[in-house]
């Protein structure tokens, strides 16, 4: 079985541009949730989606947004790029439920803004 | 609120020595327990978890027991090789918020 597919793998955007970045679930999986991973401040959850809908969010602006589509394939978003939005962007699939399944992670997208 | 706490890094050990990396949480509720690992240009891989309080996850040779009495989650490998030099996270899944949430990450280097 295939697994999370993460693309682009690299990204260099500049201050104020926007991006856009797309996330593959293994098959069979409907959850996907997003991760910015940065050296200060950790793992921190962007948001989650289940059939479509936006399930669950953290705490970050608007800027950042995301879509699931009805074959489970996610984008996310992320408009008037800042300096500090450099980062390991991760998604990670699941079946169900996150926090009652297991998340598979895909090998994420990173992203320099200039 | 519910957090995962690591102890800081880097952890450089000899190859075939001992490792424990220190994992303990604060949560409401019966959340369950994770260890993730992360290789240098790689995403996360679930290394072992663990769903209810005693229970034991192992894989690879790593362990980590869930202990509720000290909210404490170490993860443990006898004999540790070069090959298990990576970042490993603890996490735990937070049933009230539908979260999961991560600690800080855990930089192993192991010298031959």
């Known amino acids: 079985k295939a697994g999370v597919t993460q693309t682009p793998r690299y990204l260099i955007k500049t201050r104020g541009q926007q991006v856009t970045l797309s996330c593959s679930p293994i098959s069979g999986h409907r959850s996907v949730s997003w991760y910015q991973q940065t050296p200060g401040q950790g793992l921190q959850f962007l948001f989650e989606?289940?059939?479509?809908?936006?399930?669950n969010k953290g705490n970050f602006p608007g800027r950042f947004s995301g879509r699931q589509f009805s074959n489970s394939r996610s984008e996310m978003n992320v408009s008037t790029l800042e300096l500090g939005d450099s980062a390991l962007y991760l998604c990670?699939?699941?079946?169900?439920?996150?926090?009652?399944?297991?998340?598979?992670f895909g090998p994420g997208t990173r992203l320099l803004v200039l | 609120g519910n957090s995962v706490t690591q102890m800081e890094g880097p952890v450089t050990l000899s190859e075939e020595a001992f490792l424990t990396i220190n994992c303990t949480y604060t949560?409401?509720?019966?959340?369950?327990l994770f260890w993730y690992v992360q290789y240098p240009g790689e995403g996360l891989q679930l290394l072992l978890k663990a769903t209810k309080a005693d229970d034991k996850g192992s894989n690879k040779g790593f362990e980590a027991t869930y202990r509720k009495e000290t909210t404490s989650f170490h993860l443990e490998k006898g004999s540790v090789q070069v090959s298990d030099s990576a970042v490993y996270f603890c996490a735990l899944s937070d049933a009230g918020t539908y979260k999961y949430i991560f600690g800080t990450g855990t930089r192993l280097k192991v010298l031959a």
């Open positions: 989606y289940f059939s479509e809908t936006q399930r």
């Open positions: 990670a699939s699941s079946f169900d439920e996150p926090v009652q399944e297991t998340q598979y």
């Open positions: 949560a409401t509720g019966y959340p369950s």
